[in-house]
């Protein structure tokens, strides 16, 4: 019987590990079960009496460390009252993450009917989080301990409870909650301490609150009237005031002037203004607030906290202060430190200056371009944030740790001030710098963000050298790009940058590969040295397997063989008792059981030489196919990432199975291809995988280096692969099982999903670190004595299936014992017992596949279907094929070879076949033999005929 969706995708929650329980039909509430908080659970069995009881009952997820998880609630805008309200949780959400410039990662999220969202976190150990209503927020709240969420595939009268699409449980893996909303959910109301908590990142250059008391008329208007000012006014001014270095202090003077002034009350407002609100801008102010008094045109700061905090506006901050210019009061390294960077960023202004400056003028431009040199290259970056060049250390050396502390390997800085040219490397960019003999400094930006080339990486199976590039995001993490030396180094191959997140444009191109090459060459023998491959598997005879989650030494370089979320996919997730558990389960089945040992078989190739081969699992639909293939697949990783589509292009393919060296290739879907690309498919793919190397193929250069690998190949389909009409060699490939292993237990295959998509990759690192210490002589003993004692007792069968089998039965052994805990001899009987279900069960034996005696086969039917078409003396539409003459049957050997051909046969091949058995006459003509004879004339014409006996 066909399981309800529901029913499955309650199942399938339970094999998360989410435990569930069913509410009432067409609602969210009440739950079908009394003490339902005790009552959830994952036990498919009982799930199985719930949904029998209660077909249409929606599902329940509890909340909460029962399964692991909580959630963001955020309410749609017709959820409840909220329409006539005007609340909307997503709206609230957005202000929520631009209040801490956070941002929410991908997780698991569902679409509830009302718009609103369900956003799944793990659940942190160590915290109490329970159900909250509206607390960070109008219609954003919490579901933890003790609580419930509705899930997908439930309906209720607004419409039905779906997945969002990019982020399904069977697509996304649910991730940590991000710190800061975390502490939102479990924090107090923030308290007043010393240490004041603000959203926003203090930096070094940040100024005094008198900047923009002093220059911005807003602030000014506050500071004459401050009695008067209206609520909004007083708002204004504090957010921008707390903003400077002694902000706070300066917020309560201001603030005290109030007669009603309150200390304690006026605290809380400014640490609410410190954590929640960001200052309000000049725009704001003007339109919001209605203040006029802004010059016209404005000042140029966005906001007035930007003269305390931009660096450029401090600058003309101090010396605006200079009432009178004079020799005197300008002549320090404060004001010429200013004037060298406003004589850049604001030469209007700085002109103004010195049109004011009482002193000698050619005397200021001489201090000043004495100043420019002594400070080395004191930079204008974005922001108006002022740079310069470090000093180097105890031997002169400049360290790129020294400006951007959290640089992933500590560089020499190339260049040297002391002769005018320099590189200047912040958190805000990397840019060329001279300094001419007047002082003038001269700034070409490489690069918006720090970027260093962190390792170089000589890849043995291209011979191709690449360096690993680290640059910083907007989101201040590194990230690593490797790309071969030829693209680092050449200006418009370097725009591929951009498509990794990284500025770049044509004009600073030529800038950045000069900067990286200079680097390169300060630090030849700083920079490490890695070897890096291109696929997974054996490595240095046999003493290393390369696979995500194995230590070695090696870096994986795929280049384009892969998307990186395929390599991401081969890593380790969940609880490995959980899986066992259910393979455990799983085993009980053979044909599971010879699947699931398969996988663990495919590294084993190198070590007993046995030549790749494929199994295929075909049956009717919704019979456990695809999570036998599932479980395979789970050995090493995620297995709807690592999956292959059989839609996928031979070249897709190809590659994927070069990067799978020595594990396990799954292609699943194949009833989606059409009838020409299943039929290329199973005549041509999988010829190519089962030869384990791909296409040879021209470069301008000459050949290009062919790819290979060593694999087992599992499929799974409604229909088989190997028809009468197959080669020999697709058959002696292929073990085909038919019958899915779950047709009776569909509830089981359902859980199977769930608890594979959670917990994976433990088992083959757990096999390989055995198989890696292991003696690989008595492993090749053991498939050797498994094979002898297979071939002796079905000497029936076709060798390369024994072959096969033994092989599989190896994986099956080994892992029983490694993964399973099993003893040697119940490993060894447990395997011996699969292999002989299957061989007894499943495998053809060797006439079958012999290709001639399957065409012999196909052409006696053909015979018998075309019987009145073997007469010469009836008269038909239809031309005949043939005649019967004295016993035999003569048929026309071009209407049969036709029709062999229709078939996928080849006529020449079988006639040739069918000769040396003696099946067939020849005729000799010199040395040279024809596969048929001379028949009697039809219609003045003497035929060639292909004469059989009539059985």
């Not at 009982?46 to 009952?57: E, F, L, R």
């Not at 940058?497 to 004009?507: C, E, H, I, K, N």
């Not at 052409?859 to 005949?880: D, E, H, T, V």
């Not at 019967?884 to 051909?901: F, P, V």
Request: hydrophobic share 35%.
């Amino acid at each position: 019987m066909e399981l309800s969706k529901i029913r499955q995708a309650a199942l399938y929650y339970a094999g998360m590990g989410w435990h569930v329980i069913p509410l009432t039909e067409n609602s969210k509430f009440p739950p079908k079960i009394k003490e339902w908080q005790h009552e959830a659970t994952i036990d498919p069995s009982i799930i199985a009496q719930w949904w029998s009881k209660w077909p249409n009952a929606n599902i329940g997820i509890a909340t909460g460390e029962k399964s692991g998880i909580f959630v963001l609630d955020v309410d749609g805008p017709k959820h409840g009252t909220n329409e006539a309200k005007g609340i909307d949780g997503n709206e609230s959400l957005k202000e929520l993450l631009d209040d801490h410039g956070g941002l929410i990662p991908d997780t698991v999220e569902a679409i509830t009917p009302t718009g609103g969202r369900h956003i799944i976190f793990k659940y942190p150990a160590g915290t109490n989080i329970s159900n909250s209503t509206g607390r960070l927020g109008n219609g954003l709240d919490t579901r933890g301990n003790g609580g419930y969420i509705v899930a997908a595939p439930s309906v209720v009268p607004e419409g039905d409870y779906i997945w969002e699409c990019s982020s399904r449980p069977d697509e996304v893996t649910v991730s940590e909650c991000p710190a800061w909303l975390l502490s939102e959910i479990i924090a107090e109301k923030p308290i007043n301490t010393a240490d004041r908590p603000h959203s926003f990142e203090r930096r070094p250059t940040d100024g005094p609150a008198v900047h923009m008391l002093n220059n911005c008329a807003f602030m000014q208007h506050v500071q004459l009237n401050f009695k008067n000012l209206s609520y909004n006014e007083k708002l204004a001014a504090i957010t921008n005031i707390v903003r400077a270095v002694d902000g706070v202090e300066v917020a309560h003077k201001i603030l005290s002037q109030a007669e009603n002034y309150s200390y304690k009350i006026s605290d809380e407002k400014i640490n609410e203004c410190l954590t929640n609100m960001n200052p309000q801008n000049c725009e704001y102010i003007c339109t919001s607030v209605g203040f006029k008094g802004c010059p016209s045109g404005g000042c140029g700061i966005a906001a007035p906290c930007g003269w305390s905090l931009g660096v450029v506006p401090q600058a003309i901050a101090k010396i605006k202060n200079i009432i009178m210019p004079t020799p005197e009061n300008v002549n320090n390294s404060e004001i010429l430190g200013a004037l060298a960077l406003v004589q850049q960023k604001e030469p209007l202004f700085f002109d103004d200056f010195l049109h004011r400056y009482s002193g000698n003028k050619a005397s200021l431009k001489k201090e000043l371009g004495k100043y420019k040199r002594e400070a080395a290259g004191f930079s204008v970056i974005e922001g108006g944030q002022g740079e310069t060049i470090p000093a180097g250390d105890s031997n002169g050396v400049r360290w790129l740790s020294q400006t951007v502390p959290d640089v992933p390997i500590n560089l020499m800085l190339p260049g040297n001030p002391s002769q005018y040219a320099a590189w200047v490397f912040k958190n805000d960019g990397v840019a060329a710098c001279k300094v001419n003999d007047q002082g003038n400094v001269t700034y070409n930006k490489a690069t918006y963000a720090p970027i260093i080339i962190n390792e170089r990486i000589s890849n043995i199976d291209t011979n191709q050298e690449k360096a690993s590039l680290s640059f910083k995001t907007h989101r201040g993490n590194w990230r690593n790009v490797i790309l071969p030396k030829s693209t680092i180094f050449d200006s418009k191959k370097i725009m591929c940058l951009a498509d990794s997140g990284l500025v770049v444009t044509s004009d600073t191109a030529k800038i950045l590969t000069k900067w990286l090459s200079e680097l390169e060459a300060a630090n030849s023998q700083v920079i490490p040295d890695r070897v890096g491959v291109s696929k997974f598997g054996w490595r240095n005879n046999d003493t290393e397997f390369i696979c995500p989650g194995m230590s070695n030494n090696y870096v994986l370089d795929t280049d384009d063989i892969a998307p990186q979320s395929v390599i991401d996919g081969y890593s380790i997730a969940g609880d490995h008792g959980a899986w066992l558990q259910a393979m455990g389960e799983l085993r009980k089945n053979p044909k599971a059981r010879f699947i699931l040992a398969a996988s663990f078989a495919a590294p084993l190739l190198k070590i007993t030489g046995q030549r790749i081969f494929g199994i295929h699992n075909w049956g009717d639909s919704r019979d456990g196919k695809s999570a036998a293939q599932y479980a395979a697949l789970s050995v090493w990783g995620k297995p709807s990432t690592i999956k292959i589509l059989a839609s996928s292009s031979e070249t897709g393919i190809e590659r994927m199975s070069a990067l799978c060296s020595d594990l396990p290739l799954c292609v699943s879907e194949l009833e989606t291809l059409d009838e020409h690309r299943r039929a290329e498919f199973e005549n041509k793919t999988i010829y190519m995988i089962t030869e384990g190397r791909g296409k040879q193929r021209g470069t301008i250069k000459g050949l290009q280096q062919s790819s290979s690998w060593r694999t087992i190949m599992i499929t799974n389909a409604e229909s088989p692969i190997v028809k009468d009409n197959s080669k020999g060699g697709i058959i002696t490939r292929i073990i085909e099982i038919n019958g899915g292993p779950f047709v009776n237990n569909q509830e089981f295959a359902s859980y199977l999903y769930g608890v594979m998509e959670q917990h994976y990759g433990h088992a083959g690192r757990i096999f390989l670190s055995h198989i890696l210490t292991a003696n690989h002589v008595e492993i090749r003993d053991i498939y050797q004595k498994l094979r002898m004692v297979l071939k002796q007792k079905y000497p029936e069968k076709i060798d390369s299936h024994i072959d096969a089998i033994s092989h599989t039965a190896l994986g099956d052994q080994l892992s029983s014992m490694y993964v399973f805990g099993e003893d040697k001899d119940t490993a060894s009987r447990g395997a011996l017992q699969t292999a002989e279900y299957i061989i007894e069960n499943h495998l053809i034996n060797n006439g079958d596949a012999d290709e001639s005696e399957r065409a012999w086969q196909w052409m006696l039917g053909w015979i018998a279907a075309n019987n009145g078409r073997f007469a010469l003396n009836i008269k038909s539409a239809m031309p005949i094929l043939g005649y019967i003459e004295d016993d035999y049957i003569c048929i026309l050997k071009t209407e049969l070879a036709k029709a062999m051909k229709e078939q996928g046969f080849s006529p020449d091949k079988i006639f040739r076949k069918w000769a040396d058995l003696g099946r067939i006459p020849i005729t000799r003509v010199g040395e040279k033999r024809t596969f048929a004879v001379r028949g009697k004339r039809i219609n003045r014409v003497q035929p060639w005929v292909i004469k059989i006996k009539e059985e």
